[in-house]
């Protein structure tokens, strides 16, 4: 979709086009992309509909999936379905040829679709990933690669600890990623080079329900309220007078801390070791998001009011232009 230039004002940051060939081609290497469409969450579309939603897990996956099926008449048939609702998204919504319709509507144009993006700040991200880890990380039937982290585990002998710490988190998605192996949606980057490379329009998941109103109004559809959506038991909220340490990152915890202990800031998991850590394992993500996020973690980098706006809610994507 072609859009006015003057509705976003351009900020800087960078794109695949604008990294030096040194990080790219290492990048390709150590940290190599799937091509295919096989194990990438599928954008949210229907024909007719003027938007079209590129998501990540744990960027807010599911309000947007909700503000998306209400927009489209689906949501209480999606919640009657089930109350976990990606099982209507997978069993009912993406159902057979919804795969090659998003390849065909990515490879052949887009002219009267408004694709937008939901990102989050890679630190906060990364932490909500470890939690979300620890929460279903012993489920054998659903996390088939808990056995990798037993091996890794006993490699590094320490197969007799309960759980695993924020900091052995992230060593091991960044060893499996060394190794290749294909990751769980909720541990990989969020950045899409196949999907990145036609999204228009960036919204920030600390600014969500601002960012999707703004699209709101840019194509013309009348306003859902994006906090009525917003409960989910997939979220990881904070608990008042929690029982973790201050500094966290190497507590080692498993599904029962959270019962004994309650969920932690995400602060508590940051500090500069694990900053670093953080963006080497999703260094895609602030390469193509940074620019939105200032140096504080969690921190949602505002930029200059565009015109009829209090605050810049979503951003013009680069990433065609580049």
């Not at 060939?21 to 954008?43: C, K, M, Q, V, Y």
């Not at 695993?164 to 992230?170: D, E, G, N």
């Not at 769980?184 to 919204?203: G, K, N, T």
Request: charged share 20%.
């Amino acid at each position: 979709m072609d859009i006015p230039t003057s509705l976003f004002p351009e900020g800087t940051f960078s794109t695949p086009a604008t990294m030096s060939r040194l990080t790219r081609f290492l990048r390709s290497i150590f940290f190599p992309r799937d091509a295919s469409w096989a194990h990438r969450p599928l954008p949210l579309h229907q024909p007719g509909f003027p938007v079209v939603v590129c998501w990540s897990a744990k960027s807010g996956c599911t309000t947007v999936l909700k503000w998306f099926l209400a927009h489209n008449g689906l949501l209480d048939e999606a919640l009657a379905y089930s109350p976990w609702i990606h099982e209507y998204r997978q069993q009912k919504f993406q159902v057979a040829g919804y795969r090659r319709q998003c390849e065909r509507l990515f490879r052949t144009g887009h002219a009267n679709r408004f694709i937008v993006k939901v990102i989050r700040d890679p630190a906060t991200r990364a932490v909500s990933s470890f939690l979300h880890f620890l929460r279903a990380g012993d489920d054998n039937a659903q996390w088939p690669a808990t056995s990798l982290v037993k091996q890794w585990k006993a490699a590094a002998g320490i197969e007799r600890q309960s759980g695993l710490t924020f900091r052995q988190f992230l060593t091991w998605v960044t060893e499996q990623q060394f190794k290749r192996v294909v990751l769980d949606p909720h541990f990989r980057p969020q950045f899409d080079a196949q999907q990145d490379s036609h999204v228009d329009a960036y919204i920030c998941l600390e600014d969500l329900a601002a960012g999707l109103r703004a699209v709101e109004d840019f194509v013309g559809l009348s306003h859902v309220d994006v906090h009525a959506l917003s409960e989910s038991p997939h979220h990881n909220p904070m608990t008042a007078g929690h029982a973790w340490p201050t500094v966290a990152a190497d507590f080692p915890a498993d599904r029962s801390t959270f019962d004994q202990r309650g969920t932690p800031p995400a602060e508590a998991f940051l500090d500069p070791h694990t900053l670093r850590l953080i963006r080497i394992v999703y260094g895609e993500d602030y390469d193509a998001y940074g620019a939105y996020y200032d140096a504080t973690p969690g921190r949602l980098r505002m930029s200059a009011p565009s015109e009829g706006m209090s605050a810049e809610p979503f951003r013009q994507s680069r990433l065609r232009a580049a």
